[in-house]
T-cell receptor
Framework: GQQLNQSPQSMFIQEGEDVSMNCTSSSIFNTWLWYKQDPGEGPVLLIALYKAGELTSNGRLTAQFGITRKDSFLNISASIPSDVGIYFCAGRSGGSEKLVFGKGTKLTVNP | NAGVTQTPKFQVLKTGQSMTLQCAQDMNHNSMYWYRQDPGMGLRLIYYSASEGTTDKGEVPNGYNVSRLNKREFSLRLESAAPSQTSVYFC???????????FGPGTRLLVL
């Protein structure tokens, strides 16, 4: 079946640093989504991407839909302590109702 | 506008007991989903419903049944709970097509 490789698995950074994480797929997707999950909560949608090459920002977050349609990345600029959490990518291929999820990047921000 | 709501938040069951997890959404979405989340495994799809009156199996359907009661509500039933079903269960909803899914707060289930 389809697989998503999300990296890195975890990151430990200092407050104020920029962060970059990415996901790659073995197949072509027509949707890329990025979620953040806080402990004890459900995933919250951060950014949705629907076109190859699309670059979308949400405050300090920026995500891009790779032009090959097999990858996506998420950048966080000037990290703050509340950025701590697990970030998931998810993708959907054409015609499918189902999302495929990466296994998450756990972000720790040291003040 | 509550989004996706789930009940209960927590549940402890003994092996062999049954229970139903409830999910409702107020975003007028056509599609609804049930996932389980286990450490190191990420989110895995149990069942989904692309529209009212239809349901389909996901990646890990064994041991579960679902009912799409109406457009708003999608329930997940464990007929005979097993310790392997200890997990966090998330319901999600979304529009048909390549659109985003929105998640509820989760139900934490422990099966002893």
């Amino acid at each position: 079946g389809q697989q998503l490789n999300q990296s890195p698995q975890s990151m430990f950074i200092q407050e104020g640093e920029d962060v970059s994480m990415n996901c790659t797929s073995s197949s072509i997707f027509n949707t890329w989504l990025w979620y953040k999950q806080d402990p004890g909560e459900g995933p919250v949608l951060l950014i949705a991407l629907y076109k190859a090459g699309e670059l979308t920002s949400n405050g300090r977050l920026t995500a891009q839909f790779g032009i090959t349609r097999k990858d996506s990345f998420l950048n966080i600029s000037a990290s703050i302590p509340s950025d701590v959490g697990i970030y998931f990518c998810a993708g959907r291929s054409g015609g499918s109702e189902k999302l495929v999820f990466g296994k998450g990047t756990k972000l720790t921000v040291n003040p | 506008n509550a989004g996706v709501t789930q009940t209960p938040k927590f549940q402890v069951l003994k092996t062999g007991q049954s229970m139903t997890l409830q999910c409702a959404q107020d975003m007028n979405h056509n599609s609804m989903y049930w996932y389980r989340q286990d450490p190191g495994m990420g989110l895995r799809l149990i069942y989904y419903s692309a529209s009212e009156g239809t349901t389909d199996k996901g990646e890990v359907p064994n041991g579960y049944n679902v009912s799409r009661l109406n457009k708003r509500e999608f329930s997940l039933r464990l007929e005979s709970a097993a310790p392997s079903q200890t997990s966090v269960y998330f319901c999600a909803s979304g529009q048909v097509g390549p659109r985003a899914q929105y998640f509820g707060p989760g139900t934490r289930l422990l099966v002893l």
